[in-house]
């Protein structure tokens, strides 16, 4: 049972809840209440099933637990007064036979152990008793409803560690709903409860009891043992008189003195406790996959933004979209003014344009064709990319969870993205012209016009990228440029071959395409590194309930099952 919870426990504390969602609070809470009674109580207990049973004295501000306490061991023990609240740091009292187990620290191991008296929480101030029993120790606990936030966590952390907790309220207050809040926690938990009624006017006595013993039924705790304390002095060490606490102090002088009995409270606290793990993993786990879910769809709509980009990208290069305006003016120059011709046929060409182009300070057609392709799709990546970050940006922003994740910088673009997006075309470039000088391979021709056939055929296979039916543009645009488009495509294919040219381009739209997929997913990165700083787990709610039944199938070997303290009641 011990190893199932240990890893119950661990597998609660390494599941977060970071992202914003309406269960994720609720979650924190739960979590950090079950790992603390898996340390507090859980796991020390059944390391040792029989060490002294531990009584936690809780109640209302005011309603007299540390003068209760003081009374049952007849010293007093623990501070009591009129400023509120009285109780700062629990007072764990116990016969001196007992002090050993309470002082090794196993139980509440995150309070430290003292014997002077202390205001501060943290610690846990240890007395023994010698009018105690053996095998029987009260912890007086801070108020549940103090105005001090630390002493009412406290207060439930320490109710979480009880075998047994005697719940201390008065005539005033019995009916307040903090108190009974807890007790419902404490059912449901099945922890043992025994309850005093203090300062209970006598003329009031039986109604009462009467009417507190109703809410308790109602609340399917009528079963719990109620004990009435009438309104009464002190005396002058601070105590009960004795004649009013002889009925209390000998119920517990019995649970102390039979160890059955003992037994029976920490069985049935042990198997409430353990029966109350499975519902909050549960809600641990659901609130777990929500995050998970979550985690998910932000990832999702991040890809969603970006798999549009790349649609726009790909669209661009089908519909013939980016062979108008510069690209197709500088294809049109190309083609129209015979350097395609001359770049085919002859070195000379080219070294006439050369000199052209030194002489006029202009470059050649060919240049500024190579050129306005790069700046056509250097301007398409900037353009997708700014849409797809902000398309990705208004998606998390509807989100809850996302809003809380985003950052300006993710509305926009990296910054070295025009860097990014030039360097890519200009490789792309690149890889064309080492298709086109493969695909040239030992043809005669394009060997004897060298570097410039491969250029020329270069610019030509960029081109028909941009087009969906063929490899040069069709249309009433390219025929502004004359019969010379035609009888450049011929040439072309009369030494590649029509479908060479046609798997060139398909080639190079493709090789286009991964490098933009690149640049897109590098982009799209932003998004989901932030969501990857949050750390949520990969199917977290699956570990917790794999955890949870191990720890069941741990707790049907041991034969765990209510059995109800007979000894108690």
């Not at 809840?17 to 059944?46: H, K």
């Not at 990208?313 to 519909?319: A, K, M, R, Y």
């Not at 049109?332 to 070195?347: M, P």
């Not at 086109?436 to 021709?445: N, Q």
């Amino acid at each position: 049972m011990r190893p199932a919870l240990a890893q119950l426990r661990t597998a609660i504390t390494e599941t977060t809840y970071p992202l914003v969602l309406p269960s994720a609070d609720e979650a924190r809470q739960v979590g950090a209440a079950v790992a603390a009674q898996l340390d507090d109580y859980l796991l020390p207990r059944l390391a040792r099933l029989d060490a002294p049973l531990l009584v936690v004295v809780g109640g209302s501000t005011g309603a007299g637990k540390s003068t209760l306490v003081n009374s049952l061991v007849q010293a007093r023990v623990s501070a009591t007064g009129v400023l509120r609240p009285t109780t700062r740091a629990p007072v764990l009292v116990c016969n001196p036979s007992d002090l050993a187990w309470f002082r090794q620290g196993e139980l509440l191991p995150g309070l430290t152990r003292t014997t002077d008296a202390s205001d501060d929480p943290g610690t846990l101030q240890l007395i023994a008793a010698p009018a105690l029993a053996p095998g029987l120790a009260f912890l007086d606990a801070p108020d549940i409803d103090s105005v001090v936030d630390a002493n009412r966590a406290l207060a439930s952390q320490l109710l979480a560690a009880a075998d047994l907790w005697l719940f201390v309220t008065t005539a005033a207050r019995y009916a307040d709903a903090v108190p009974w809040e807890l007790l419902r926690t404490a059912r449901l938990r099945g922890t043992v409860i025994a309850l005093v009624l203090d300062r209970v006017p006598r003329e009031a006595a039986d109604e009462v009891a009467d009417h507190l013993t109703e809410m308790l039924t109602e609340q399917k705790l009528g079963a719990a043992p109620l004990f009435v304390l009438p309104e009464t002095p002190v005396d002058g060490q601070g105590l009960l008189p004795e004649r009013y606490t002889a009925p209390l102090r000998s119920w517990f002088a019995r649970l102390a003195g039979d160890a059955d009995a003992r037994a029976a409270v920490v069985r049935q606290t042990l198997d409430g406790a353990l029966s109350a793990l499975r519902p909050a993993v549960a809600s641990l786990a659901t609130a777990a996959d929500d995050q998970a879910e979550t985690a998910d769809d932000l990832a999702e709509r991040a890809r969603a933004a970006y798999r549009g980009a790349r649609r726009t990208v790909e669209h661009g290069l089908q519909d013939g979209r980016l062979l108008r305006g510069e690209v197709l003016n500088r294809w049109q120059e190309f083609v129209g003014t015979g350097e395609l011709f001359r770049t085919l046929e002859a070195r000379i060409g080219r070294l006439r344009d050369r000199v052209v182009a030194a002489v006029t300070g202009r470059p050649a057609p060919g240049r500024q064709l190579q050129n306005a392709i790069e700046s056509q799709l250097v301007n398409l990546l900037r353009g997708v990319a700014a849409e797809a970050a902000e398309g990705a940006y208004n998606a998390w922003h509807t989100h809850p969870s996302g809003a809380a994740l985003l950052t300006p910088a993710l509305g926009r673009p990296g910054v070295d993205l025009p860097d990014r997006a030039e360097r890519l075309i200009r490789d792309w470039q690149r890889g064309v012209l080492e298709l086109v000088r493969a695909e040239a391979g030992d043809k005669r021709f394009v060997a004897r016009t060298a570097a410039y056939a491969v250029n020329a055929m270069g610019l030509a296979v960029m081109v028909a990228v941009f087009a969906s039916t063929a490899f040069i543009p069709t249309g009433l645009e390219v025929a502004a440029a004359g019969g010379t488009t035609v009888a450049a495509q011929k040439v072309l294919e009369a030494i590649f071959g029509d479908q060479a040219i046609r798997t060139l381009a398909a080639r190079a739209r493709r090789d286009l395409l991964v490098l933009v997929d690149r640049l897109l997913d590098e982009e799209m990165a932003r998004y989901l590194d932030q969501l990857a700083t949050v750390e949520v787990g990969a199917e977290p709610g699956a570990r917790l309930r794999a955890a949870a039944e191990a720890v069941e199938r741990a707790r049907a070997r041991t034969g765990l099952t209510t059995g109800g303290p007979e000894g108690a009641r």
